[in-house]
């Protein structure tokens, strides 16, 4: 694989991906793994295996992106995540709208005009609850894989309302609900519930223009994609690669370099 015309790397706070566009920006090759304490050591295998799969990468432009972005020495140029989602996103879908991006430990919503330009945006990273870290923790509590969580969820009609507004009294909450004899999946509703009418609310701050669309790990999970169109009454556009969109974007704003 030769024709990687530039590179963009995201390190998220859950995961940090790579990704190689050619000179049309499709993404031609990839890499997503758990971001790791030693950031530096991962960029650079990152980088290692990008040589591998393109050969030499000298005078290819890297941006990167993401919360440990400034970690990354090797990029020509740092970029925020807004900036890099809305990037990807109109890359892929040609028009505006609100992206919802829910990753590990934060959560965006941008409203981005039908040129691919950001008009405004709202950001949670001070608050778990709203974000994938609310769900990964009930996940491993409950013993329920990760990839489970949200299938579980839309099994039932039953819905247990959660009414802590924290990631550890939810946990808490959960425990105690569980001892009383309620339906895991029950409460499984419940926790999706409340993660989709945080995100609603962070939703009517920007004002939301549709389509929705929806990025981030926790994209995958349908019972999120389920209740946000439940919630806002729009339906959820899905990109192919949710969980690429940022670092897509940020190898996209490098070929414009
Ligand atoms: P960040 O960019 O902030 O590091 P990501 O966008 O990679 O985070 O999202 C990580 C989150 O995605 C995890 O906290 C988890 O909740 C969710 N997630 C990851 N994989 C899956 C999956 N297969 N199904 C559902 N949720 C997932």
Redesign the pocket.
Known sequence: MSNIKALGI?I????AKIVAIDESGQMTWHLLEQ?EPRLEAQVERFLEQARGAAGPLAGIPLIAT??GRRLVRQATRQVTEISCHARGIYHEFAHGGTLV??????SKVIAINADGKVLDFVMNDKCSAG???F??NTASRLQVP??R??AEALSVTEETSISSTCTVFAESEVISLIANGVPLAAILRGLHRALARRITAMIRVVGLVPPLMLS???A??AAIQRMLEQETGEKVLLPRYP?LV?AHGAALVALEE
Request: aromatic share 4%.
């Open positions: 995201d998220g706070s859950t995961t971001a993401g919360y991006d829910i990753g590990g430990q934060d974000t994938g870290r769900l990964e990760l990839e969580l949200g981030g790990g926790v995958q999970n969980q940022g």
